[in-house]
Structure formats: C-alpha cells, structure tokens
C-alpha cells in the first residue's frame, strides 16, 4: 500500500503518455484520473494508520549509492507530515485531473496534459515521502521539470516559452543554495538521512566552520542554504517573480501547482527540517521577516493587478509568507495546518477562475468582465465561498489557521530576536489582511457584481461549467468550509499527540496557552481589518467616493504597485543583462572563439600538417564511423592492458604503445 501510492501515479504517466494514441482522449484522461485517485484512496488509509494509530512506518527498498562513508537507499519515511501531505497533493490532483478531462476535452494533445499532471503528481509524492535529503532533492528537481513541462504545454506560444524558462531558471537559485545545503549536511553529520541527522543536531550547537577567517555556526549556514531553496520553490520575496509569470498555463496547472503543491515544496522543506533549524535563532528571525515582507508585499500588488489568474497567484504568494511567517515562530504545526487549508480554498479559486475563462472564452481580464452573477449562479456561490475563506470569513478554513498565525505574531517567545523586528512584521501581517479582504472583492465585484463590459457576442455564448468541472468545484467548496473545523483539534489542538516527534514542537505548547489569554480587542483586530477591506472595496465599487482621494500621490503609487515594484526591470538591468554581456564578449569571443579555438583546431592542428589532414579526412559526420572509432579504441585499451598485466611490459613501451594507439 505505501509503495503503491507513490507508483501509480508514476503508471499512470507513462501508459497515458506513450499510450495515448491508442487509448484516445477519454481512454486516457480516464486511466490517469483513476490512478490518482486509487492513490488518493491509499492515501487516506494511510493516514488513518499513521496519524490516528500512531504507526509510522519505515521502508527501505534497495542500496541506491555505496561509496566510502556515503550510503543511500531507496527509502521511504511515512510519518504524520508525510501522511498530511499525502493527502494534500492526491486529493488537489484528483480533483484537477477529474476538472481537467472537461476543461481540456477539445486539445488535441490532452493524453499529453494528463500525462504531465500524472508525473508531477509522481515526483511530488517522491519529495514528501523520502527518507533522505538525496531522494527528496530528486522529487525536488523533478518537480521542477514537470513545472516547466506544465507551463510551457502550449509551447507554440511565445509568452508560455518565456514563462517557463523563468520559472526553470529562477528556481536554479534555490536549488543551488539546496544543493549546497545537502553537501555541507553531509560534511557535517556523516549521512544524508533524515533520522541521523536530526538525531545528531543537539551535539553540533556550538559547532562553526571556518570560512575565509570567519567563523560561522555550522546550523545557521545550514539553516540559510535550505531558506534558500524555500526562497526559489515558494516564491519568497526576491525569488518570487516567477510565480505570476507561470500563469500562462492552462488553469488546472495553475490549480495544482501553484496553488497546492509545488509552492509548499519549499514550506515542506522548512517543516520537516524543523528540527535542526529551531537551534539557530538568526534562521527564525529570517523565516519572520522575509515572510512577513512577502505577506505584504504580495497582498499590496495583487491589490492593484487586473489579471484574474494574477490576482490570485500573488494571493497564493502572500499565503506563503503566513505559512514561512509560522515557521519563524516556532510554530511548525500551524504552518502545515495553513498549508492544509489553504490547498483547498485556493484550488476553488483556481478551478472557479478557470470556468470563468472558459465561459467567457479565454478572457482573463478582471476589466472587461462583469454581471457574470445572472449568468454563472453557481460559479459566483463557489468563487464567493473561496473568497470569504481566503480573507479569513469566521468559522471557514482561512479563519482558523491565519487568523492564529496572526494571534501568535503578538507573542515573541524568541528571546534573541529583536522586539522591533517581531512587532514590525506582526504588523505587516495583520495589514496584509486587509490588503487581502480588499483584492478578493475588488474580483467579485469587477467579475460578477459590477455592470458588464463585456461585448454582447461574448455575452451570448455565456453558459455555466458542466457537470465534470463542477462536481470538483462543489467538493473543494466543502472542504474550504468545513477542513478548518474538523482538523483543527488534532493538528493544534491543546495537547494533541497528532505530530508526535515528526516535527519540532514546543513543549507543553506555550505559545498556544499565551495566545489564548490575549485582549479581546487583539483577537478581533484581523476580523476588523478584513470587514474593513471588503467596507472599503464596496464603497469604491459602488460609489465615487474614490474621486475623493488625493490623485497625485494614489496614480504615483498605484502605477509603482501595478508595475510589480519593478522588480522584473531591476533583475533585468543590473543582473541579466550585465551576465548575458559578459557571457558574450569574453566568454565567448575570447575564450571559446579566441584562446580556446587558437589553442586547438586553428592554432597547434597547423603546426601538424600531416596529422591535421589525417583528422580532418577521419571527420565524416557519419555516426556509423564514430562509433566503429570507439569500438576500436575500447579494444585496444583492453589489450593493451592484458598485455601489461601478463607480459610486465616496461613503462616505456607502455607510453610508445598508448601514443600509437
């Protein structure tokens, strides 16, 4: 069963792929939707065993490397974070590929699609389910892969091609920090698996490495290189810039990826190394305030953005700065809750979004839409509860997870940490919130509620989603109302044994008893502030009162916000450009044209005359003669070494015979 869930999605991809011109379009979508669904099933079985009867299990298959000190096994650790995720990732993946089959029924590559969808899911699972940090960077890179296949499906577009060679790119960074990060854990701890290394972490304290005559503390550099590789997989700030950009996708990729599981890779990471980067309090007050500044950061500019799908990925950015926001706290077991949660409400989103643009053919701008409420009933219900929940509505799932996350933020347990920074980001996370209630009714009302700007040819071919699409929207509604309440006891709850020991959690969980004895008036500051964004984003829809507002400095601002703060423009003048010139003037011209080529067809071949036509005639550009080249050169070397091993040739003859060979 644990082994399976894994495999089938890995099946799936590979019978609907190569498989697809025979099984059909529904053939295909139908086999790949029932093999993530069966790991679905599993999934919750798992779950059960593991989360509820405390059972964590532990597999090793086979020996993977063998080499000196280094030794990796294909292993498998399904703990209570595994069996969350789990969850997560099959469930989200289900529901796209069950949306998808309709979504995607008149592509003429859809098999293709399905197929992507299946071997993203596969390397998803292969992240959250290793033992080792070498088996989860693999699930790591191969996310990655399947991202840039998923973005660039239709690769006949050029802003597609663009987008996802963005995205492979940025996230290079990340996974170079990581890389870097899983090096220096294995020079330190001997072993790259998950279970001695965290079980070693107290005794390398007051470790340091010595580095250019600094020393620096073996568990905060650690702890940095991984923030790194979250930084590019999560879309922090400074790293963030592709995640908008990867809207160009169809809308179930953006649904899956970019909203459920690929962003929480880098979340993943963070919680699972829980315990190793709770001993380094620079790595906290980090996690604090680069999430707290991504919160912000991305609920302002999706403020002002009129892109539907963009709009919702820059919420998906700001729910990730709560999620990291979390981690600085020490609260590891909140941030996956928010995690959990917010899979479910911003899939709604995503999906609910992409009927809109089906309906409307292909439109995305928020502008040119508009009484879609008379015309998809049942789209603007689910897009509505999708909104409530992400602006932190009462008692749906965004309420009970942010809005703690926000309770915990007035409490600094972290002594070394400075109180101006924890009250500055505490305070970008509660404005956020405003931010956030205000662009999630800014969409309803320019989408569904305001007077239509749509011409009257779009508007007659207006028609709500059918039955496939819905079905999932209408199961994502219910877990967007319901998942909060129902997991909230056993995942935070006061007590609860749910985690166990898979991740790091403060004991007798005295951030929690504090929070609960906090002022009225504190608990019920992110209630206000959000009731106050949706006050504010119907007066301003509704009545002129915005003429009101001093137009010099809000056109100033608002153009700085809608351009992105100019981050793209920045990266590209003072980074790209400058590493593209040099690539091309002196890597190029000089080294490989110049000093390299002079060096060696151009330059030392002519002092040879006769040898440089004998290799110039030997260069046929025929394959057949290259290999038969390399055939002949293998046997020689393995004669000439027999002649070594059973005659004692001298070393002279040795060299002569290598040179004639």
């Not at 091609?161 to 963005?166: D, H, T, V, Y």
């Not at 170079?176 to 072993?191: A, R």
């Not at 002002?304 to 963009?310: T, Y």
């Not at 070494?641 to 040739?649: A, C, M, S, V």
Request: proline share 3%.
């Amino acid at each position: 069963m644990y082994i399976t869930v894994v495999i089938l999605p890995l099946i799936g991809s590979l019978i609907s792929g190569f498989g697809g011109r025979l099984l059909g379009y529904y053939g295909a979508s139908v086999f790949a939707t029932s093999c993530v669904g069966v790991s679905f099933f599993l999934s919750l079985l798992i779950f059960y065993e593991v989360g509820f009867c405390n059972s964590v299990c532990y597999i090793s298959l086979s020996p993977w490397i063998s080499t000196g000190t280094l030794v990796v096994n294909w292993g498998f650790l399904f703990d209570a974070v595994t069996s969350v995720m789990l969850i997560v990732v099959t469930s989200i993946s289900t529901l796209v590929h069950m949306y998808s089959i309709s979504y995607m029924a008149n592509d003429p590559h859809c098999p293709r699609f399905m197929s992507y969808l299946e071997i993203f899911t596969f390397f998803m699972l292969v992240l959250v389910t290793a033992d080792n940090t070498l088996q989860m960077f693999l699930g790591w890179e191969g996310v990655g892969l399947a991202s840039y296949l998923l973005i660039n499906f239709w690769f006949t577009r050029l802003a597609a091609n663009q987008s996802a060679i963005k995205a492979l790119v940025v996230n290079r960074i990340g996974d170079f920090g990581l890389s870097i990060g899983i090096f220096t854990l294995f020079y330190i701890f001997n072993s790259v698996d998950y279970l001695t290394i965290f079980s070693l972490t107290p005794f390398f304290q007051n470790y340091y490495l010595s580095f250019l005559g600094i020393d620096i503390n073996t568990l905060t550099f650690i702890g940095i290189l991984l923030f790194i590789g979250a930084v590019g997989k999560s879309a922090q700030l400074g790293l963030h810039t592709w995640l908008p950009d990867a809207m160009e996708g169809p809308t179930p990729v953006s649904a899956l990826i970019h909203a459920a599981t690929m962003v929480t890779a880098g979340v993943f990471l963070i919680i699972r190394f829980s315990p190793l980067v709770e001993y380094s309090s620079t790595i906290l007050g980090i996690l604090i305030v680069f999430g707290s500044l991504t919160t912000f950061f991305a609920a302002i500019t999706g403020t002002f953005q009129n892109d539907l799908k963009r709009v919702i990925a820059y919420s998906t950015c700001s729910q990730l700065g709560y999620m990291i926001f979390a981690c600085g706290l020490s609260c590891y077991n909140v941030s996956i809750f928010h995690l959990t949660n917010h899979a479910f409400f911003k899939a709604l989103l995503f999906l609910s979004a992409g009927s809109i643009i089906h309906a409307l053919s292909d439109e995305q701008d928020m502008r040119r839409m508009g009484s879609l409420s008379q015309f998809l009933p049942v789209t603007y219900s689910l897009m509505l509860i999708g909104s409530l929940a992400l602006a932190g509505f009462p008692f749906l799932a965004g309420f009970y997870s942010k809005d703690f996350i926000l309770e915990l933020s007035q409490i600094t347990t972290n002594s070394n940490l400075n109180s101006s920074i924890a009250a500055l980001s505490c305070w970008l996370g509660s404005l956020s919130v405003l931010f956030t209630a205000f662009y999630s009714f800014r969409l309803i009302y320019l989408a569904f509620l305001n007077n239509s700007n749509s011409s009257k040819k779009i508007l007659t071919g207006v028609h709500e989603s059918n039955l496939l699409m819905l079905i999932p929207l209408i199961i994502l509604a219910i877990g967007s109302i319901f998942i909060g309440y129902l997991t909230k006891d056993f995942f935070i709850g006061f007590g609860t044994s749910f985690w166990n020991s898979s991740i790091f959690i403060l004991p007798y969980n005295a951030n929690f008893i504090e929070a609960e004895f906090l002022e009225v008036q504190i608990k019920w500051l992110p209630f206000l502030l959000s009731a106050f964004g949706v006050i504010l984003a119907t007066i301003i829809n509704l009545s002129r009162f915005y003429i009101l507002i001093n137009w010099n400095f809000h056109s100033f601002f608002a153009f700085l916000v809608s351009k992105k703060w100019f981050w793209d423009p920045i990266y590209n003048r003072f980074f790209i450009y400058p590493i593209l010139t040099f690539g091309y003037n002196t890597t190029l011209k000089n080294l490989d044209r110049g000093f390299i080529e002079l060096a060696g067809p151009y330059g030392t071949m002519n002092f040879i005359p006769i040898w440089a036509n004998l290799i110039k005639k030997l260069q046929t550009g025929q394959i057949t003669h290259y290999i038969f080249f390399m055939v002949l050169g293998l046997c020689s070397f393995f004669i000439l070494f027999y002649l070594i091993e059973n005659l004692q040739f001298s070393i002279f003859l040795y060299f002569v015979l290598l040179f004639f060979i």
